[in-house]
Each structure stands twice: as C-alpha cells, then as structure tokens.
C-alpha cells in the first residue's frame, strides 16, 4: 500500500463518492447535470477520484459516457470495473498499487494512459487500444527491455515514459527503445531526436566522424537485444531486421490471428493430436533461421570492424608520411631562408629563392602523390568492403550450410520459407482428411463425439468444410508468403 495512505481506510468507489466527485468538479454546471434529485451520469464526461484512498474500482458502469478519468494516487491494486467506459480516451492511473495490466480490453478508444508510479513488471493485454498516442508507464518494475519491443503493435503510439524503471539504468536503452519504436516523438520526456543525437555523439565521441554518425544512425533501424548466455548482464546487438520475430513461436502465432475458422476446426476429433506437433517442427525451423541470422550479422559486424581498422591504418600512415613530408621541407625551407639573411650578393639571394620555390613545387607533388595514393587504397578498401558484404547478403539467402540438423530442411532462405510452407500443406492435407472423414461420420450418424453447434455447422456438407479448411490453409500461406517477402527485403538492404 501507498505509503500516503498507510494509516489511512481503503475506499471502494461507490454512488455517494461518485456523486460528490461530480458535485466538487463542476458546481456549475449542475443545473444541466441534474435530473430531478438525482446527478444525470450519462451527461457526465470527466471524473476526478485521486487522493480518494480507493482500493478497488466499482460502480462506474452509469458513466458510459465518460471520456477522461483520473483515479491517480490511491492503492488500486487491480485494473477492473472499466467495461462500460468504451468512451474513454484519457485514463490516469499512476501513483496505485498496481501489478499487472489488464481489463482494458474494451478501451478502444484510449488515447493516453498513465500507469506511472505502480509495481508493474510486463507489459502485456494492450492489443486492443490501437488509438493510444501517449503511455506513461515509468517508474514500475519493469527489468526486461524486450518487453518494449510489444508496444509496436501499437501503431499510433507518439510519446512513451519508460524513466524509473530497472532497464534504465544504462543510457543505452534509448537506442534500443527508438530503433524499435521509429515513431515515436517523445521518449522519457525528452523530443526522440535531440536524445537520439546526443546518444550517438556520445557513441561517437569528439571526433566528430560523419561516417560513424551515419552508420549508427542507419543501426537505429535494426536495433534489437539479445541476452548473454548466463542471463546476468545484457548485451545490445543491432540486429538485420530480417530476422525479428524469428525466434520463438511469433511468426507461428500470427499464422492463426485472423483466422476464425482455426478453433472450430481444432475442435475435430483428432485434430488435437494433429496440432501437437505442427507447431513444434515450424518454430524449429524459424529459430535456426533466427540463430543462423545472428551469427551471419556477427560476421558481418567483424567485416565492418575490420573495415574501419584498416581505414584507420591506412588515413594514420598518410598523416604520418605527410607530417614527415612536410617535417623535412620545414627544416630545407628554414635553411634557405638563413642562407638568403646570409648571402653577400643579389645573386645568391635569387639562386636560394628558387630553390626555395623548387622546394614548395616538390613539397605540392610530394602530398599530392601522397594524396591519390590514400584515394586509391581507399576505393580499394571500398570496393572489397561492398563486395564482401554483397557476397555475405547472398550467401544469406543462398545458402545455410549446416544449420539444420536432419537432412529434410532445404539449405536456403527460399527453401526455409518453403519448408514452413510444406509443413503447413502437410498439416492442411491431414486436417482436410479429418474434416471429411468427420462430415462422412456425422452424415452416417457414426460419430460419437458431440460437437459443438458451430463446428455443426461446418459439417452441413462436403463443399462447406473443404471451403472452410481451405480458406484456414490459404490464411496461414498468405502469412508465410509475406514473412518471406518481408525478409527478402530486408535482408537486400542489409
């Protein structure tokens, strides 16, 4: 509980509260609020509770068209009792007691949210607030920064508050935060630009190297984060975006989101059995791509190191031979110049002249040779960086020698992709038999099972449930097909 209210009684909100809150906030306008004796609550849209000592949300329901509620500085330890405010669009929970965020599925119109200040430590159970532009969630306890990496599903999100959490520890989680969130405007209070600008540059140092600038500004667009192996310290790796979501069962996952007949037809008889170990085979696949992907960008980070090193190497021996250069046509040019003070005739003076003018022409062809010397070993490191990292990119998609185990997954991104898709035809082909094999029982009245109405329905004949089953299958492959070309792509401009 709060520490402000320690010695305090818990409230749970209530018609009396409410009605005070209402007469408190807008005396006013009570003449259009009233309705006979009592408040008109369907004419109210904004609410304060804070300071309440509120432990549980309740009695909200009559407020249906409520659009703004500040409930912030209570000891709410539960989110619950919103389902009726489906007009909301500012909602202020900070300052509670609060450990999981959840009942805020019928929110779909909430454009900012407040949990600052609670004991939250996932994000999670916010797909459906897609109109959210401003979440304030810091101070919590939140110590995983992968967690962030869920709030992209949230397209309109503008401004985020991560500042007090664990993760925040370091500065680093700025880069990995804005490299997964590109659109965000705001990040910990700050514009994204001006804290990107200054992370880099102390990234970069006070060299003010532009190409170092670009390169870490063009990583922004594939940060990612990955765990050490003993899970006690966390290591940024700025990751192709190639091979995001592949770890894991995402990509599986979304295989099945906007597909509506999956779950009647996993209600079939068999097909339990049959979903046991599809997804298992799929996720293998995905998750040798992901962990081939990362060694790929490792070797791919090791070229770009080398590159810089030996750039390093060759502009630090041309600053070495030009001060050398010069070093010696400063000791020749301060000789003449003595032997000129010194000469006893007009005809030595000019004869030093023009050697110290031979001396500046020698001193121009010297660091001009030593000038197309440098430009030459750079296009030649240029041009031996671009083909090493072009041969890499196609040996990505060309080939993944030795990764997979057993000698059925093919050896290339197209063939891993294919491979998803043959798996997944697999299963349609099994499901398809199931399907019709159950319709043949059920027209026989053989099938003991009984099944639910709307798996009946399906049933009703043979061409509804192949439409069915192929409509799911088409689904699923229209989801490969975009995974594939998102990688594709990604991987050329890699």
Known sequence: MSQFFINIEPNIIDDEMVQKAIEEKLPEDLGDLAKGENINFKAVTELQLSFKSILQIDNLWPLENLTKLQLDNNVIEKIEGLESLVHLVWLDLSFNNIEVIEGLDTLVKLQDLSLYSNRISKIENMDTLQELQIFSIGKNNLTTLEDVVYLRRLKNLRTLNLAGNPFCDGEQHTLFVIAHLPNLVYLDFKLVR?????????????????????????????????????????????????????????????????????????????????????????????????????????????????FYKRLHEILTVNQQESKKIISNFENRYQRRLDEIHRARSGDTAESKRAQCKEDILQLWDALMTLEALVSNDLEELLQDFKSSIDVRASTFIENITGIYPFHIFSLTIFCTMTQCRDLENQHHEKLMEIAIATQEKLDNFELEEDLPDDVKMLLVDKNTIVNAVNMSHDIRLRKIDKRESDMLCNTYQW
């Open 194 to 306: 001006d804290t990107t600008v200054r992370f880099l540059h102390s990234l970069i140092g006070k060299s003010g190297n532009s190409i170092s600038q670009s390169l870490c500004f063009v990583a922004l667009g594939a940060g990612s984060l990955q765990k050490s192996g003993s899970q006690k310290h966390t290591v940024f790796i700025l990751l192709p975006p190639f091979v995001e979501y592949l770890n894991g069962s995402f990509l599986f996952d979304s295989l099945y989101e906007e597909d509506t007949e999956a779950a009647k037809l996993a209600s079939l008889p068999g097909v339990e059995d049959l979903l046991q170990a599809y997804p298992s085979w799929f996720v293998l696949v995905c998750e040798n791509l992901y962990k081939y992907g990362l060694e790929e960008h490792e070797k791919r980070e090791a070229e770009v190191s080398n």
